[in-house]
């Protein structure tokens, strides 16, 4: 069930409509519980099992740890939670991915070996929940948090059907206290949050499905070999698309929330108006690289030893973000490129303070926010493309390395080449105008005639365009 389905604008309406009768709040939380299981389950019931063994698991994990003393024994209920967690996620995520590596390995050294592969497509989520059940156990083993009083509610924050499939990230500590209060539709609550929803599908749906895809496509393909005028306009095409349906999920989930009366942290900050690739990090999928700096980073030392070591930390915390995103080599080339970027800044850094003392000038900091936005868009091909032979085929193109005779021959309508390169430098421009204001802020200051002619446009566009009914590209991860 996804968010651009009439199935789900069913479900929600019935579970908003349950969500505000006269029944107690323990009882309503009960609905919601079963409702994320039904929204899950839409999907492949079976896969509720392996929910329900993170939630079972970090439950009782968390338990032990909140009433055992003795380090070594509550060090030891940790490894249970990290060995579930991280095992399940290995072996639907990764298990196939290690078991063709470890056989070219042994073919390289001379041995045959065949290891049983993983038949069952990968959980829906599951890289989501698992980051949300091990913050819990973390936590509650740092003593920054108590365990959960109540198991359903633990489980709700787990399951929560909005952030369920593709996030936001939610950290328990910011969940909790909305559990225990309780929670209706307000007006200007339900009026917001649809109007996100609408906003959100706008972005997938329309922008991100029905104009940048078929550009993406065409260009990522393997049997493509676009000249350097159209690898540049597929780059900047899947820049525009992967924001666009990722951030458009993440409006959808804030929405549909919001609606419920909870409040889901914000994932999108304007991150093509970064400048530098520190910056970037902390406007792009917000939930997940703070959990990676809280989690990862900051543990294996952060930037408390010296250069070499700081660099050492960053390179390891981008290259598993990377691998995060998908068991694939090319998911790991991306990682590690963002990690080689954020070392060089830091270098550049340390030699401008030395050096230069001042701050950038405000052209040296555009100069520098478009740098940025080139760099993300060219590593972006590494995150794409299907292998790297085309990731590499393409990157050459884009330093006008293609064949002789090929350029224009992938992307010949018009549209294509307008659209391609429009819609992304105006995507740039808007969250460069709108850098540091909230979204919410940007459209109070809007006419109400004109909010609700942009919202009616916006259905009728939806409904125009939503005929394939595309996955968000995130579900994979």
Not at 138 to 159: C, E, G, M, Q, S
Not at 289 to 295: C, T
Request: hydrophobic share 55%; net charge positive.
């Amino acid at each position: 069930m996804v968010f651009n389905s009439a199935s789900f604008l069913v479900f929600f309406a019935v579970v908003l409509a349950l969500h505000n009768t006269p029944l107690g709040w323990s009882t309503r939380k009960a609905v919601l519980l079963f409702a994320s299981a039904v929204f899950y389950a839409a999907w492949n019931p079976i896969f509720l099992v392996l929910l329900a063994a993170s939630v079972v698991t970090d439950w009782f994990v968390a338990s032990n740890i909140a009433r055992t003393e003795e380090r070594s024994r509550r060090l030891a209920w940790l490894c249970l939670s990290l060995t579930t967690n991280l095992g399940l996620l290995a072996v639907f995520k990764y298990g196939n991915f290690l078991a063709v590596n470890v056989e070219h390995l042994a073919a390289w050294a001379g041995w045959q070996i065949a290891i049983p592969r993983v038949t069952l497509p990968l959980p829906v989520g599951i890289s989501f929940y698992t980051f949300e059940a091990l913050a819990y156990s973390i936590d509650v083993y740092r003593r920054n948090a108590k365990p959960w009083t109540h198991f359903r509610d633990f489980a709700l924050f787990l399951t929560f059907f909005p952030h369920l499939v593709a996030g936001p990230i939610v950290r328990p500590a910011d969940f909790r206290p909305q559990l225990d209060e309780e929670r209706r539709t307000r007006w200007p609550q339900l009026s917001w949050g649809f109007a996100l929803l609408v906003f959100g599908l706008f972005q997938k749906v329309v922008l991100a499905d029905g104009f940048l895809a078929p550009i993406v496509d065409a260009v990522f393909d393997v049997n493509a070999h676009a000249g350097t005028r159209d690898a540049w306009i597929g780059a900047l095409a899947f820049s525009a698309q992967i924001f666009c349906d990722f951030s458009g999920y993440t409006l959808c989930a804030i929405g549909a929330a919001l609606a419920l009366g909870f409040q889901l942290p914000d994932n999108f900050n304007s991150p093509y108006a970064a400048v530098g690739f520190t910056d970037f990090w902390r406007r792009w999928h917000v939930s997940l690289s703070s959990w990676l700096r809280d989690y990862l980073y900051v543990p294996l030392g952060g930037n408390r030893g010296n250069a070499a070591r700081t660099a050492l930390n960053l390179m390891v915390t981008m290259l598993l973000g990377g691998l995060w995103h998908g068991a694939s080599w090319t998911f790991l080339a991306w990682g590690g490129a963002h990690g080689a970027l954020l070392v060089a800044e830091r270098g550049v850094k340390s030699v401008w303070r030395r050096v230069v003392t001042a701050p950038p000038a405000a052209p040296v900091r555009a100069l520098l926010g478009v740098s940025t936005f080139i760099l993300v868009t060219a590593a972006w091909v590494l995150f794409r493309a299907p292998d790297f032979t085309t990731a590499f085929r393409l990157l050459s193109a884009m330093v006008g390395s293609a064949p002789v005779g090929q350029a224009g021959t992938v992307l010949t309508a018009n549209w294509e080449l307008f659209v391609g390169f429009a819609l992304p430098i105006g995507l740039v421009a808007a969250q460069s105008r709108c850098r540091s204001s909230a979204l919410q802020d940007v459209v109070d200051r809007w006419p109400t005639m004109m909010r609700a002619l942009l919202l009616g446009s916006m259905v009728a566009a939806i409904v125009i365009f939503n005929r394939d009914g595309r996955a968000f590209i995130y579900f994979q991860f």
